[in-house]
């Protein structure tokens, strides 16, 4: 099976300016999870769409937003880009709702804002 | 809350050295529990997981024994190589959650030499 991909990989903006990010799940996979990394904050959990409904949020502001599709394709969408932003923006997929289940992670996309 | 704490890195080793990177963790209940590794420009990888007590998660020569009386994850191996050199993090997923939200510690640099 083909990995977690997520396009584009490496994205630059300046302030003010908003971007959309992609993520394609393992084929099979309903869960999609968006994360942030940055040097100072670490790992932060953005949100988790299951069915293409929003199941959990992370502590962001409304400018983090996302949406799933019918085919468990997903999407986050950054608005008005702050430098805060910049940072590596990771996808994981799992099966479906269990605890337990594994997250797969995608290479990510690093978002640099200037 | 729920939190997971890791030693502070950078971790300098030999080849063929023993390794071993702490993981400490705060939950109500028992989380399932995760180490993953990211290597240089690419997303996280799972090395391996544990969802119970006493369980012991093993893969590519690194374990790591889910103990409830510590709260604690070690991630171990008994020999490490220079490819192993990476970032190296403890995550957990609240019991019962029912959500994909992966809680993780701050990640810890390992560099092996030869």
């Known amino acids: 099976k083909a990995g977690v991909t997520q396009t584009p990989r490496y994205l630059i903006k300046t302030r003010g300016q908003q971007v959309t990010l992609s993520c394609s799940p393992i084929s099979g996979h309903r869960s999609v999870s968006w994360y942030q990394q940055t040097p100072g904050q670490g790992l932060q959990f953005l949100f988790e769409?299951?069915?293409?409904?929003?199941?959990n949020k992370g502590n962001f502001p409304g400018r983090f937003s996302g949406r799933q599709f019918s085919n468990s394709r997903s999407e986050m969408n950054v608005s008005t880009l702050e430098l805060g932003d910049s940072a590596l923006y990771l996808c994981?997929?799992?099966?479906?709702?269990?605890?337990?289940?594994?997250?797969?992670f995608g290479p990510g996309t690093r978002l640099t804002v200037l | 809350g729920n939190s997971v704490t890791q030693m502070e890195g950078p971790v300098t080793l030999s080849e063929e050295a023993f390794l071993t990177i702490n993981c400490t963790y705060t939950?109500?209940?028992?989380?399932?529990l995760f180490w993953y590794v990211q290597y240089p420009g690419e997303g996280l990888q799972l090395l391996l997981k544990a969802t119970k007590a006493d369980d012991k998660g093993s893969n590519k020569g690194f374990e790591a024994t889910y103990r409830k009386e510590t709260t604690s994850f070690h991630l171990e191996k008994g020999s490490v190589q220079v490819s192993d050199s990476a970032v190296y993090f403890c995550?957990?997923?609240?019991?019962?959650?029912?959500?994909?939200?992966?809680?993780f510690g701050q990640g810890t640099t390992l560099q092996v030499k030869p």
């Open positions: 769409y299951f069915s293409e409904t929003q199941r």
């Open positions: 995550a957990l997923v609240p019991p019962s959650s029912n959500t994909g939200k992966l809680i």
């Open positions: 994981a997929s799992r099966p479906g709702q269990g605890d337990t289940d594994t997250q797969y």
């Open positions: 939950a109500t209940g028992y989380p399932s």
